[in-house]
């Protein structure tokens, strides 16, 4: 909302008013959307107004009706009209509402949100016509032939440049509410950002890993460097995107946030370096990228594995001489962005396969965090159920509810391949489904976490027969299971079974177990 009563008060509008009311004998009235003039209080008799027929008329009833549903009337003609200046009859004939349409953002602000009016006669024949009509308003026109005197007809080039301080003023309003809006978005964003959901103290645990994790943090919170943050779905990679960022000199500027995931090519281009007008099919205007608007703070690139190779190239280029080229341009822009990268896929494994740009890796992997998964971390689980059990048990107004012992010990020994987010969802659905009750029983669980004990039992093993047969049936069955509880990540699973990635790679070629020709089983809640 804009503050009229502050318009008043700001230099430049004020000089601007001087300068019209020197050269032209004029005064300025703000009017709203609506059409109402929001500059003038009739219950007050401190008005600032030097034009003698604008103070005479609004000093009586009659007058201030008549003046005021002139303004709405222009208000009225403007809206529907897409021209810059409109001189619109006023209540003499001889004032003239001159209305001045503000350029505004309507993305921005949503709609205009003002017009400029400013009263003077336009030509002589207004003269005239105002002696014939200040009587109909109970006006004596011998009393206001100095005043008529006093105003000025404007030629052409006075007009010219009278719409021209008319433009400044209401330039003045959109730049004083924009200015003022933008500065209220951020510090209200600043506070919701702040405060303690993202510090590494709302980082929920206490574990080695996660402690390791909060020194790391510590350590490189001056830093301006690339980071790299890996680890698998679930694990709050985001989270510690914004700590960084948060924790960092950049903190009071613009933390964004992309998945790279979520566009194809094309968009991804336009989205991270912007486009200019014309240079496709639905570019009707030049739009910033994400890297302009991140500009002095943060870019947070997650799923950066899911990256083409051609977007890899454009990136690192950006990253390397921080300069860009939008979309059907040829200039170049200059940014200032930290870059903070996260992906839960092995980014060497896909360089050996070539899918992901070797000199990429090194320039994104400046400095490298790994987010333990839940199951490496099993110790802070009961911290992590008691957060998520507070929360929503006050979310929903309902009285604190408490895992049974048999419950517990169902959830440590799950894997939670979902990690925080999996188990946080847990939580919810089992707050839901507990009702009034205040135990949370095992029949409850999930399926997939209830019966995991009895389904990851190896059934139908081999007890006759050639022992070599038997063991590849074991070997089959046990990567076949690794494979869909690690998702598919063979670096991961080759370590847990204690062989070679390149061994674990032939053994998946020979049980004919690659993940396009197996189902993922397991998955469902």
């Known amino acids: 909302m804009i503050n009229w009563d502050e318009l008043k008060h700001i230099h430049v509008i004020r000089k601007l008013g001087d300068i019209l009311s020197q050269w032209f004998n004029t005064d300025i009235f703000f009017v709203d959307a609506r059409g109402q003039v929001r500059n003038f209080d009739p219950s007050r008799a401190d008005h600032d107004l030097r034009n003698p027929l604008s103070a005479a008329l609004l000093s009586k009833e009659r007058g201030r009706l008549i003046f005021m549903k002139t303004m709405a009337d222009a208000n009225e003609k403007a809206f529907k009209s897409d021209l810059a200046h409109h001189s619109v009859p006023g209540p003499t004939g001889v004032e003239r509402c001159v209305v001045s349409r503000i350029s505004v953002d309507r993305e921005f602000l949503g709609s205009v949100v003002a017009y400029c009016y400013l009263e003077n006669p336009l030509s002589p024949a207004m003269m005239t016509q105002a002696k014939q009509t200040l009587g109909a308003f109970g006006l004596d026109e011998s009393n206001y032939s100095d005043s008529l005197a006093q105003l000025k007809v404007l ?18 309003i959109v730049t004083f509410h924009t200015e003022i809006s933008k500065r209220e978005d951020r510090i209200s964003a600043l506070n919701n950002e702040l405060g303690t959901r993202y510090s590494y103290d709302s980082m929920i645990g206490k574990s080695k890993p996660m402690q390791d994790l909060y020194g790391l943090l510590d350590k490189i919170k001056n830093s301006e460097s690339t980071v790299l943050v890996q680890g698998e779905n679930g694990t709050g990679k985001e989270l510690i995107a914004k700590a960084i960022h948060y924790n960092s000199p950049r903190k009071e500027s613009q933390f964004v946030t992309v998945n790279c995931s979520a566009f194809n090519e094309n968009l991804l281009d336009s989205e991270l370096f912007g486009h200019v007008k014309g240079s496709f099919t639905g570019a009707i205007r030049d739009k910033k990228g994400l890297f302009e608007v991140a500009d002095r703070g943060t870019l947070f690139l997650d799923e950066i594995g899911d990256m083409p190779l051609s977007m890899q190239v454009k990136l690192l280029r950006v990253i390397q001489e921080g300069t860009l080229t939008p979309v059907g341009s040829t200039d170049q822009r200059k940014v200032d962005v930290r870059v903070v990268a996260a992906t839960n896929k092995d980014l060497k494994e896909m360089i050996e396969d070539n899918l992901f740009r070797e000199d990429l890796y090194y320039r994104i992997n400046v400095i490298n965090l790994l987010v333990p998964p839940l199951r490496d971390r099993k110790e802070d689980i009961p911290i992590l ?9 006050k979310e929903k107004n309902v009285a604190l509810k408490i895992f049974a012992k048999r419950t517990m010990e169902r959830i440590f020994d799950y894997p939670w391949p979902g990690n925080i987010r999996e188990l946080e969802n847990e939580v919810e659905r089992l707050i839901v489904l507990t009702g009034e009750d205040k135990n949370i029983p095992v029949e409850l669980l999930s399926t997939r976490i209830r019966d995991f004990g009895e389904s990851s039992k190896i059934q139908g093993s081999r007890v006759a027969g050639k022992l ?12 076949r299971e690794g494979l ?32 396009r020709k197996i189902p993922r089983g397991g998955q469902a809640a």
């Open 484 to 515: 869909r509880r690690t998702n598919w990540n063979k670096s991961r699973l080759a370590k847990e079974l204690g062989i070679s990635r390149a061994g674990l790679i032939m053994k998946v070629e020979k049980y004919n177990l690659d993940k």
């Open 468 to 479: 070599k047969d038997s063991l590849e049936e074991l070997e089959k069955t046990m990567i």
């Open 155 to 172: 030629d052409e080039q006075e007009k010219k440049y009278f719409f021209e301080l008319v433009d400044l003023v209401s330039q003045e």
């Open 385 to 393: 159920i008691d957060h998520f059990l507070s929360r929503g048990c």
